[in-house]
T-cell receptor
Framework: GENVEQHPSTLSVQEGDSAVIKCTYSDSASNYFPWYKQELGKGPQLIID?????GEKKDQRIAVTLNKTAKHFSLHITETQPEDSAVYFC???????????FGKGNQVVVIP | DGGITQSPKYLFRKEGQNVTLSCEQN?????MYWYRQDPGQGLRLIYYSQIVNDFQKGDIAEGYSVSREKKESFPLTVTSAQKNPTAFYLC?????????FGSGTRLTVV
């Protein structure tokens, strides 16, 4: 099955700087890659996703890039704010399988 | 508004007792999932159901049971056979690609 790894496990950034979280996946047939944000004590919320036919997608301060050749995708957060502090999960799914394979999560801390 | 509801938010039980966590969705999603989350462990899949009256074990099903008698409901029972039941439990549903998660139930067994 699909295996997803996230790096780094913890990331601290100064407010206003950019944060980048990278995930790698193992199954080249995977075609859907969502990112979730989980605030303390809450359930994960979908913040952005990308499909394998697209290389980059942006939504205001967040963006996701996909490199199918290297089998990795990254979350980019620009102009970070304290409310960006959370755990971020990446995931991957391949066509015909309804199950997402999740990474272990990254703790992002934005320092005011 | 459509969504997925988990109840209760906090649950306390004595060791040796079975306890059932509720998960209800009005999104008309076919698939539903239960995850367990421990600090530093990420999301671990307990059980999932692709369709009513059918469910499969996930990676850590031992000590848990589920039912899927209605499309909207996917309750999880934590049995006394689960050795370390204290955790944060998340329910999710899906109709295709992404999941919609509930707000979670924090179970504490004393």
């Amino acid at each position: 099955g699909e295996n997803v790894e996230q790096h780094p496990s913890t990331l601290s950034v100064q407010e206003g700087d950019s944060a980048v979280i990278k995930c790698t996946y193992s199954d080249s047939a995977s075609n859907y890659f969502p990112w979730y944000k989980q605030e303390l004590g809450k359930g994960p919320q979908l913040i952005i996703d990308i499909r394998s036919n697209v290389g980059e997608k942006k939504d205001q301060r967040i963006a996701v890039t996909l490199n199918k050749t290297a089998k990795h995708f990254s979350l980019h957060i620009t102009e970070t704010q304290p409310e960006d502090s959370a755990v971020y999960f990446c995931a991957a799914k391949y066509y015909g399988n309804n199950r997402l394979a999740f990474g272990k999560g990254n703790q992002v801390v934005v320092i005011p | 508004d459509g969504g997925i509801t988990q109840s209760p938010k906090y649950l306390f039980r004595k060791e040796g007792q079975n306890v059932t966590l509720s998960c209800e969705q009005n999104l008309n999603h076919d698939a539903m999932y239960w995850y367990r989350q421990d600090p530093g462990q990420g999301l671990r899949l307990i059980y999932y159901s692709q369709i009513v009256n059918d469910f499969q074990k996930g990676d850590i099903a031992e000590g848990y049971s589920v039912s899927r008698e209605k499309k909207e409901s996917f309750p999880l029972t934590v049995t006394s056979a689960q050795k370390n039941p204290t955790a944060f439990y998340l329910c999710a549903s899906s109709t295709g690609d992404g999941y919609t998660f509930g707000s979670g139930t924090r179970l504490t067994v004393v």
